[in-house]
C-alpha cells in the first residue's frame, strides 16, 4: 500500500523563526507531490505542486524540496508569522491512476 | 470568483435516512473528488471522476455512491447512513494533469 508519513505531528514556533516539515513517502512509480495548507474548519489550500523532475519550487516564505531519489520532501517556513498556524498537508499522485496518497499532516503553532 | 460550491455545511441526520452533499464548481474543471477527513487519519479519497460519466473508486468508498452527469456538478451520495459516516466531506476539483486542486468549505456529517 502507498505511504506518505510526515514528521513532526506537531510542532510549535516563535513567530519570526523558520521551521521545516518533513515528508516521506513509499508511492511509486511517483506522478508529482503537492503540499497543501489547511486552517482549521477550512477546505485544503494547495501551496506547492512538484513533479519528478523539480527538486525545489517556491511559493513567497514557503519552499518546497524533493527528492525523488530517497522519496523525500520537505517544507520549509521562513519567518513565520501567526498566520501560518495550520496544518500542513503532503500528498503524493501515482503515476497512472488518481487515488491520491495523503499523509496525516504536519500541525503548526506560530506564538507571538 | 472561482469556487467549488459544497451544499450543506452542515447536516445532522439519523442512520438510514438517504442524503446527498451536493457539490459544484465553476471553473470548467474535467477532475472533481471526494474526500472525507478524521481526527488521526487524515484526508482519504473517497471517489474521484475525470470527466462526465466517468467515475472511480477512491480508497474508501464503501457506503458512497457519485454520479457526474454534468461537468460541474458531482454529488455525494449515502444511500443508508451510518454512524461511522460522522465525518468531514471535501469536495475539490482541477483540471486534469498536474495542476493546483481547489477545495470546498467542507460538509460536516453527523449520522446519528
Redesign the interface.
Given at each position: 500500500k502507498n505511504q506518505v508519513e510526515q514528521s513532526p505531528q506537531s510542532l510549535i514556533i516563535l513567530e519570526g523563526k523558520n521551521c521545516t516539515l518533513q515528508c516521506n513517502y513509499t508511492v511509486s512509480p511517483f506522478s508529482n507531490l503537492r503540499w497543501y495548507k489547511q486552517d482549521t474548519g477550512r477546505g485544503p489550500v494547495s501551496l506547492t505542486i512538484m513533479t519528478f523532475s523539480e527538486n525545489t519550487k517556491s511559493n513567497g516564505r514557503y519552499t518546497a524540496t524533493l527528492d525523488a531519489d530517497t522519496k523525500q520532501s520537505s517544507l520549509h517556513i521562513t519567518a513565520s508569522q501567526l498566520s501560518d498556524s495550520a496544518s500542513y498537508i503532503c500528498v503524493v499522485t501515482p503515476a497512472g491512476n488518481n487515488r491520491l496518497a495523503f499523509g496525516k499532516g504536519n500541525q503548526v503553532v506560530v506564538i507571538p | 470568483e472561482a469556487q467549488?460550491t459544497q451544499n450543506p455545511r452542515y447536516l445532522i441526520t439519523v442512520t438510514g435516512k438517504k442524503l446527498t452533499v451536493t457539490c459544484s464548481q465553476n471553473m470548467n474543471h474535467e477532475?472533481m473528488?471526494w474526500y472525507r477527513q478524521d481526527p488521526?487519519?487524515?484526508?482519504?479519497?473517497i471517489y474521484?471522476s475525470?470527466n462526465v460519466e466517468v467515475t472511480?473508486k477512491?480508497?474508501v468508498p464503501e457506503g458512497y455512491k457519485v454520479s457526474r452527469k454534468e461537468k460541474r456538478n458531482f454529488p455525494l451520495i449515502l444511500e443508508s447512513p451510518s454512524p461511522n459516516q460522522t465525518s468531514l466531506y471535501?469536495c475539490?476539483s482541477s483540471t486534469t494533469g498536474?495542476?493546483?486542486?481547489?477545495?470546498?468549505?467542507?460538509t460536516r456529517l453527523t449520522v446519528v
Open positions: - | 467549488v477532475y473528488s488521526g487519519l487524515g484526508l482519504r479519497q474521484y475525470m472511480d477512491g480508497d471535501f475539490a498536474v495542476t493546483e486542486a481547489f477545495f470546498g468549505q467542507g
